[in-house]
Structure formats: C-alpha cells, structure tokens
C-alpha cells in the first residue's frame, strides 16, 4: 500500500487548496481514508475521514473542508475553503483497513501514511 499526498502551498487566509491522496495497493472502498495535519511544536490532529459509507469532520474544519474520493482514480481529495493562518501545517492522508469513519477514528491505529504536503496560509 502507498499513498501519496500532494497540492500543498502558500495561500492567503480565505483562499483555497485542494489537497490529494493517491492510493495504490488498495481499493478504496475497503478502506478508513483519512486526513490529519501537524502544525509545529503541536500535536497531530485528526480532520476527516472517509469510508465506503460514511464522512466525518472535525469541529475545527467542519463546514469549510470537504473530503470527497474518486474510485476511478483511486484517490482521496480534501476540499479547504476559507483557509486561515491557523490552518498552516503539514497535511497528511492515512488509511486503515476496514474501520468505521466517526469521532472515535483519529484515535485508532493508520498503519498506511502519505509523505505529507506542506499548506502554508498568509495573514
């Protein structure tokens, strides 16, 4: 399984980016797909997941990122709207086998992860 993350950048605060996650070595619709950012010196937060039925947002990104997947192209995209300083970190998709998408998922065990792509949002 590899996974490779991509469409980071510089951006202003209320701009948007279009995070990817390309997957291959697994279909998609057996799969927890999710996103997480690393900000520096903070811990690494959960902010999205997805899975065959189900979508599931953290409070901090709810109604301004989307998490969306194309089986076709067997990748996983992330929707960021009305970006702001506070957004600037390292992105990264992972994915687990088979586990459920809800509050619960950011703490279970991703045994596949992205390299990670930089957002960086200007004031």
């Known amino acids: 399984v590899q996974l490779q993350a991509s469409g980071g950048g510089l951006v202003q605060a209320g701009g948007s980016l279009r995070l990817s996650c390309a997957a291959s070595?697994?279909?998609?619709?057996?799969?927890?797909i999710a996103w997480f950012r690393q900000a520096p010196g903070k811990e690494r937060e959960g902010l999205s997941c997805?899975?065959?039925?189900?979508?599931y947002y953290a409070e901090s990104v709810k109604d301004r990122f989307t998490i969306s997947r194309d089986d076709a192209k067997n990748t996983i995209y992330l929707r960021m709207n009305d970006l702001r300083p506070e957004d600037t970190a390292v992105y990264y998709c992972?994915?687990?086998?088979?586990?459920?998408?809800?509050?619960?998922?950011?703490?279970?065990?991703?045994?596949?992860w992205g390299q990670g792509t930089l957002v960086t949002v200007s004031s």
């Open positions: 070595g697994l279909t998609l619709d057996r799969y927890n």
């Open positions: 992972a994915a687990v086998r088979y586990l459920v998408c809800n509050s619960g998922s950011f703490s279970s065990e991703y045994n596949h």
């Open positions: 997805i899975n065959s039925g189900s979508t």
